[in-house]
């Protein structure tokens, strides 16, 4: 092979190997919005401003969500000691379905002094969706709960996403359950995707290739006996 050519094949296989890592890759566009958090506390109503951020990787038939607070809420007017405080939140999913996804995070890594605002810590969760299409996730409540009390954060702002993903059903459903076997008056059992396409496809040839070989062994045989039977 040329020098010439040798470059063309590689560049073609490079432009190939980069359509198939954008084909894999899940669309997305994320933005960090400033959600601003109505608390009701045990000692009353507080207010905060915190950009969010959430970050979506797939994960088996899911994907796992991280949600982010850039800035702390609410505060407390005592010093809660390290590991006194446990937050967790819901998740808004909209668009090719509508799902509350509970997210959670581990208790404080150091002592939050009183009347500071308070650090949440990264709250994680999985969701898994049961249709297929354009999916927006968008902070939604935030409960905090510390030295056996139980803050009550709502977005007062109407945020907007946070995240804007393109989803795949497991399955590659639309939601609708698999039809049966027989369904409908027919006796077609369902194709669920290309691996029983290819699996048909060599069960076909493998049928065709045993076929071919027995037909040529019996005109084999058939030309044998032909042969004694004319000696």
């Avoid at 009183?114 to 354009?134: E, M, Q, R, V, W």
């Avoid at 409540?141 to 954060?153: D, E, P, Q, R, S």
């Amino acid at each position: 092979m040329s020098d010439r050519k040798r470059s063309t094949a590689l560049a073609l296989a490079s432009v190939l190997a980069g359509s198939a890592v954008l084909l894999s890759a899940p669309a997305a566009h994320a933005d960090v919005v400033d959600v601003q958090y109505d608390c009701k506390t045990p000692i009353g109503d507080k207010s905060a401003v915190s950009p969010i951020d959430i970050k979506a990787v797939k994960e088996g038939d899911g994907y796992k969500l991280t949600m982010s607070f850039q800035k702390g809420v609410s505060s407390s007017p005592i010093e809660l000691g390290k590991g006194a405080m446990t937050p967790s939140a819901v998740v808004l999913a909209d668009g090719a379905e509508k799902a509350s996804i509970p997210v959670s995070g581990p208790p404080n890594p150091e002592a939050i002094p009183a009347n500071t605002p308070i650090k949440i810590t990264d709250l994680s969760g999985t969701y898994t969706p049961k249709k297929s299409g354009k999916v927006t996730f968008t902070a939604g409540v935030l409960t905090i709960k510390a030295m056996g009390t139980t803050t009550t954060c709502t977005p007062g702002n109407s945020p907007k996403p946070s995240l804007e993903l393109d989803v795949t059903a497991p399955g590659g459903g639309s939601g609708d359950p698999a039809p049966q076997p027989g369904a409908g008056g027919g006796d077609t059992l369902p194709q669920t995707g290309p691996e029983d396409s290819a699996l048909a496809l060599g069960t076909l040839g493998a049928t065709v290739l045993l076929s071919g070989a027995a037909g040529v062994l019996w005109l084999t045989r058939r030309g044998g006996r032909a042969q004694r039977t004319r000696s």
